[in-house]
């Protein structure tokens, strides 16, 4: 079954430093595609950075880049330079053909950054 | 640009009530969610529907039952609500069924259940 594993509650960073949030994944779909959201505390889900299972490179979106490395089932977020306003929820998520038009999600990390 | 609204941001019910949560979208979306959010466990998937009138269980259908009569509304009903349906709740809506397709949440609706 199709899973997605974030294994940090919580993390917690200086703001201007670059921060790795963990994600594995398991599927055996060959095509699916990744997904990362950030949820602040307000509530709504904010759409990051996707990754595509056949894609060569790894995506990036201005400061959110995804560490994607196929043969260990892992799609890390990187956030660089971190700031006071990425302090929020982030999930990982992913949508293969199994799942059929579902996102499957993790159960999230809390990103905290400090001054 | 793209809009996803839940027609309640907070809502107080009663046990046993009948509980309609709706949302609507007005991208001309095939697809449409309801996801349940609970602190430590993530996001679980409700029920889905990828047209009209269809609908598919998800991970946790107990308890609720859904309706979408019409393509941008898809509604959740919670048919006799219990204390451990208190949570927030959070639709979402996709265009088609690609894997590269991203979700699109609306705002969600804090359940608590009395």
């Known amino acids: 079954a199709q899973k997605i594993t974030q294994t940090q509650p919580g993390m917690f960073v200086q703001e201007k430093e670059a921060v790795t949030l963990d994600c594995t994944y398991d599927t055996s779909d060959p095509s699916y595609g990744l997904f990362w959201y950030k949820q602040p505390s307000s509530g709504e889900m904010i759409f990051l950075i996707y990754q595509g299972s056949y894609d060569q490179q790894n995506a990036t979106e201005g400061r959110y880049s995804l560490n994607f490395q196929k043969a260990r089932k892992s799609a890390n977020l990187v956030i660089s330079a971190s700031q006071l306003g990425d302090s929020a929820m982030y999930f990982c998520a992913m949508r293969d053909r199994q799942a059929g038009t579902a996102l499957i999600f993790g159960k999230g990390t809390t990103l905290s950054v400090s001054s | ?114």
Not at chain 2, 44 to 65: A, C, N, T, W
């Open chain 2, 1 to 114: 640009d793209v809009k996803v609204t839940q027609s309640s941001r907070y809502l107080v019910k009663r046990t046993g009530e009948k509980v309609f949560l709706e949302c609507v979208q007005d991208m001309d979306h095939e697809n449409m969610f309801w996801y349940r959010q609970d602190p430590g466990l993530g996001l679980r998937l409700i029920y889905f529907s990828y047209d009209v009138k269809m609908k598919e269980k998800g991970d946790i259908p107990e308890g609720y039952s859904v309706s979408r009569e019409k393509k941008e509304r898809f509604s959740l009903i919670l048919e006799s609500a219990s204390t451990n349906q208190t949570s927030m709740y959070l639709c979402a809506s996709s265009l088609h069924r690609g894997v590269n397709t991203e979700a699109f949440f609306g705002q969600g609706t804090r359940l608590t259940v009395v």
